[in-house]
């Protein structure tokens, strides 16, 4: 059984669009790698513009991997540039019981 992974990305100043394409990247390079499951990934934004990203690691070794894999650290260096990672808790969504966000194509 693999892990879950549950990611949320605020996008810096005018890097929406950027965010966004990146986010959709992610999954397809983390797969293309071998260190994420079939299992799709599933990508929500919240109400303040962040957008919050669910996929499953292969392992807890996997999640690991990652971040000695050169494709995947290429992409990350990317995402640095267009988001700061914060926790669930910092969302106002995050605050609820059952939390619900916007669905968004991946």
């Known amino acids: 059984m693999g892990s879950f992974t ?5 996008p810096r100043s005018g890097k929406d669009g950027d965010l966004l ?5 992610h999954h397809r390079v983390l797969r293309r790698e071998g260190l994420v499951t079939e299992r ?3 990508v929500m934004r919240a109400s303040d513009g962040t ?7 292969i392992s807890s070794e996997s999640s690991r991997d990652a971040h000695h894999n050169a494709a995947v650290q290429a992409l990350w260096a990317r995402f640095e540039a267009a988001c700061e990672y914060v ?3 910092s969302l106002a969504e995050g605050q609820k019981p059952f939390a619900s966000f916007e669905a968004v194509e991946p």
């Open 21 to 25: 394409q990146l986010v959709r990247e």
């Open 40 to 42: 799709p990934a599933a």
């Open 87 to 89: 926790g669930l808790a």
């Open 51 to 57: 957008l919050v990203e669910v996929f499953e690691w």
């Open 6 to 10: 549950i990611a949320a990305y605020r």
